[in-house]
């Protein structure tokens, strides 16, 4: 079960930041990520995470402004937003995937990731 909170009303260039515990599985074990979706559009990649950590990616709109961490001896995926915009207004998702080890490939397509949480909504005013 992955349980995502730390959503909130901001102002334009406020920060928040995103928990999802996840409880139910070895968090170890499992690469994970961060997706939004807005009123009326797809389901978008925001941010993903390697299983120890070690390789990260970005969507594009948020780079250089949101980074995802993970403390897997608290099963517990971060996403810290900083300067945000009306445009990160959404309810965002986190998404766990199994992954191997050895393997550092960073998963940012939705039907890649097997679990979800059930979202927390970020709005972000002017």
């Known amino acids: 079960q992955l349980q995502a909170s730390g959503g909130g009303l901001v102002q334009a260039g406020a920060s928040l930041r995103l928990s999802c515990a996840v409880s139910g599985r070895t968090f170890r074990m499992y690469a994970a990520g961060w997706f939004r979706q807005a009123p009326g559009k797809e389901r978008e990649f925001v941010a993903a995470?390697?299983?120890?950590?070690?390789?990260?990616a970005y969507g594009d709109s948020v780079k250089g402004r949101f980074t995802v961490s993970r403390e897997n001896d608290k099963n517990t995926l971060y996403l810290q937003m900083n300067n945000l915009n009306r445009e990160d207004t959404a309810v965002y998702y986190c998404?766990?995937?199994?992954?191997?080890?050895?393997?550092?490939?960073?998963?940012?397509?939705?039907?890649?990731?097997?679990?979800w949480g059930q979202g927390t909504q970020v709005t972000v005013s002017s």
């Open positions: 995470i390697t299983r120890n950590g070690g390789s990260t």
């Open positions: 998404a766990a995937r199994h992954q191997i080890l050895s393997n550092n490939y960073v998963a940012t397509r939705r039907d890649e990731y097997e679990h």
